[in-house]
C-alpha cells in the first residue's frame, strides 16, 4: 500500500517547491501475519502517547483505563490465532530486552502470540509509570517533565522507561561488565565499546536484599540502592566508606570509579548507558529505610502501589478474564 506525503517551500532565491515522498507499506488482512509481525516496544510507545494525550484532555484516570482498554482490545484480537506459532505458556515478563522480570507471575498463566507475551506487563508498568501514576507523591511540576519527555522519547529509549532494568551490583557474575564484541545480544553501549550486562532483576521488592546493592536505570537517571547490611568490603569498593550509620550523607558521595575491579566494572556499566543514551544520566543513591528510597520505589512496579493496589499476577488475572 502507497502512502505518500508533500511538502511545500520557498527555496532561498524565492523559488516554490513541492517535494512528494512516496513510501511503499506492506498490509495484510491475515491476522496471524499481522500478530507475528507486531514489535512490541514500538506497540508500548504508541500506546503511551496515545494515553499522554488521554491525560493531557480528561486527566489520568481515563488514560490508565485507556491503556488497559487497548491491551484487551489487542489480546483480544490476537487470541484466536493464538494457537498459531510460539505460544506463552508460562509467567509473562520472563525477558524484556534481557531482564528476569515479573516474579510474581501466575502459575496457570494464559497462553498468547509470542510476540504480545509481554504487553500485560508492560501495560501495568506504563499505569504504574511516573507519568501516569496516581497518589501525592508526584508534584505537578515533576511530571509535567516526564510527560515532556516521553512525548519525545524514542522507542530504544521508551523501552526502558515503560520498563527499567535492574541490575544486582554486589554479586556481579565474572563476564558481567565486560568488554564485548559489537555483535553481542546481550550488551550495551555503542560500537567498538560494547559492555555486557549484569543478570536483571524483575522489578519488585522481593528482589531486594539488605546485604545488596541495586543498580535501577530508566534511559532517564540512574538509581542505586543500597541495603542496611551491605558488607563494608562492598562499601568501600563501590562508595568508598566502610559504613552506612546516619552520619553518612549520601548526597555528599559518588560511585568509585577505580581502586577496585568491583568500581572499574560498575563504572564501565554506567559509562555504557550513557554513550548508549549519548546523554548524561543523573546518578542517586538511597540507602534502605530512608525517606529518598520512596523515588526508588516507583519503579518497582510488579508491586502493589498506594493507588493502585494490584501486583502483577493479578493483573494478569484480570486481563486474563477481560479476554475469554
Given at each position: 500500500m502507497p502512502s505518500q506525503s508533500a511538502l511545500l517551500y520557498t527555496t532561498s532565491n524565492g523559488e516554490r517547491r513541492i517535494r512528494v515522498h512516496t513510501l511503499a507499506i506492506p498490509v495484510s488482512s491475515i491476522v496471524e501475519e499481522i500478530v507475528k509481525s507486531v514489535d512490541i516496544d514500538t506497540l508500548c510507545n504508541i500506546m503511551a502517547r496515545q494515553a499522554l494525550d488521554t491525560a493531557l484532555k480528561a486527566g489520568l484516570e481515563p488514560a490508565r483505563q485507556r491503556l488497559f482498554t487497548t491491551c484487551v482490545d489487542v489480546l483480544r484480537g490476537a487470541k484466536p490465532n493464538s494457537h498459531l506459532g510460539a505460544l506463552h505458556t508460562g509467567p509473562p515478563?520472563?525477558?524484556?530486552?534481557?531482564?528476569?522480570?515479573?516474579?510474581?507471575?501466575?502459575?496457570?498463566?494464559?497462553?498468547?502470540?509470542?510476540?504480545?507475551?509481554?504487553?500485560?506487563?508492560?501495560?501495568?508498568?506504563?499505569?504504574?509509570?511516573?507519568?501516569?501514576?496516581?497518589?501525592?507523591?508526584?508534584?505537578?511540576?515533576?511530571?509535567?517533565?516526564?510527560?515532556?519527555?516521553?512525548?519525545?522519547?524514542?522507542?530504544?529509549?521508551?523501552?526502558?522507561?515503560?520498563?527499567?532494568?535492574?541490575?544486582?551490583?554486589h554479586n556481579l557474575s565474572n563476564d558481567a561488565c565486560q568488554p564485548t564484541s559489537d555483535d553481542d545480544s546481550n550488551a550495551v553501549g555503542v560500537p567498538g565499546k560494547k559492555v555486557t550486562l549484569p543478570e536483571m532483576r524483575g522489578l519488585s521488592g522481593n528482589n531486594l536484599t539488605s546485604d545488596g546493592v541495586y543498580m535501577l536505570e530508566n534511559s532517564l537517571d540512574v538509581f542505586v540502592w543500597i541495603g542496611h547490611s551491605t558488607s563494608p568490603s562492598v562499601l568501600q569498593q563501590l562508595f568508598g566508606i566502610s559504613s552506612l550509620d546516619q552520619s553518612v550523607d549520601l548526597s555528599n558521595i559518588q560511585l568509585q570509579r577505580c581502586g577496585s575491579d568491583l568500581a572499574i566494572r560498575v563504572d564501565r556499566l554506567l559509562?555504557?548507558?550513557?554513550?548508549?543514551?549519548?546523554?548524561?544520566?543523573?546518578?542517586f543513591l538511597t540507602r534502605e529505610g530512608d525517606p529518598s528510597e520512596a523515588k526508588f520505589y516507583r519503579y518497582l512496579v510488579e508491586d502493589r502501589t498506594g493507588f493502585m493496589t494490584v501486583a502483577y499476577g493479578e493483573f494478569m488475572a484480570l486481563v486474563d478474564r477481560q479476554t475469554r
Open positions: 515478563g520472563s525477558v524484556y530486552g534481557g531482564p528476569q522480570a515479573a516474579s510474581a507471575g501466575m502459575h496457570d498463566a494464559p497462553s498468547y502470540p509470542e510476540t504480545l507475551k509481554l504487553l500485560p506487563l508492560y501495560t501495568m508498568a506504563l499505569q504504574k509509570s511516573v507519568v501516569f501514576r496516581g497518589g501525592a507523591d508526584m508534584g505537578p511540576d515533576e511530571r509535567s517533565d516526564f510527560m515532556q519527555k516521553l512525548n519525545v522519547m524514542g522507542v530504544s529509549s521508551s523501552r526502558f522507561f515503560i520498563y527499567p532494568r535492574m541490575f544486582s551490583l559509562q555504557a548507558l550513557m554513550d548508549e543514551r549519548c546523554n548524561s544520566m543523573r546518578v
